[in-house]
């Protein structure tokens, strides 16, 4: 974890920022809920647990920071609000992801089983792909009865 702590140091400094106590606090946050794709609300709400001054347009803006450097994705599981989750493989695919449409329950999928189909699309050299992102929606076994 202090690897990624001085890795985000460092990017900041890169560009100009400092890595402030809202930003640690957001991040932390992030790392303690790994897996649980919280939305900027929710983030939001744990990070006012330990820090109850800060606003929800400084966390907006500091997950949009995150974001642009590739510390954090934004996902979108189609149920009308972005979540974020830790970048924990920068420079591989992301992982799948199973939606439940009955309790919106998301399960992370690790096989990459696209590798072989992206392979053959670039074969033909029409198209360069550097990432994909798939979504599976239906009933997680505790819905699907």
Known sequence: MENLIESLREQLKEKGYKLTTQRRIILDVILENQGKH??????????????????????????QLFEELNIIYKLNFNDGCSRYELNTNSGDHQHHHLICLSCGKVIEVQLDLLETLEEEIEKSGEFKIVDHNLKFFGYCKDCKK
């Open 38 to 63: 919280l939305s900027p609300e929710e983030i939001y709400e744990k990070v006012r647990g330990k820090f109850p001054e800060i606003g929800l347009a400084t966390v907006y803006r500091t997950l």
